[in-house]
């Protein structure tokens, strides 16, 4: 059974950070892209970063990384403004995509809130 489990949101003011990391089980780690999408509340899923690849909103701001000794993900989010509110979710797919149906598997999210 896969599982993907997210953690280090929270409330934080602008300009702050936070980390978040998507623990993997269930899969073989390494062979998937790991990917990070956000809702806000009223609004669609958007993508945010997998790989390389980042939103426009993201860029400069957030970085993606991975250790696949520890099955792990994670998105590092600087400088952050109350528009970067959200649930962020962690995703498992085979292909590097910005498209969510390209995810197989996906995580329970955390909750991101920014105060201005």
């Known amino acids: 059974q896969v599982q993907l489990v997210e953690s280090g949101g929270g409330l934080v003011q602008a300009g702050g950070s936070l980390r978040l990391s998507c623990v993997a089980s269930g899969l073989t780690f390494s062979s998937y892209a790991m990917g990070w999408f956000r809702q806000a509340p009223g609004k669609e899923r958007e993508f945010v970063a997998v790989g390389t690849f980042y939103a426009d909103s993201a860029k400069g701001r957030f970085t993606i990384s991975r250790d696949n000794a520890k099955n792990t993900a994670y998105l590092q989010m600087n400088s952050l403004k109350p528009e970067d509110t959200a649930v962020y979710y962690c995703?498992?797919?085979?292909?590097?995509?910005?498209?969510?149906?390209?995810?197989?598997?996906w995580g329970q999210g955390t909750q991101v809130t920014v105060s201005s």
């Open positions: 995703a498992a797919g085979i292909i590097a995509s910005a498209d969510a149906p390209h995810y197989s598997y």
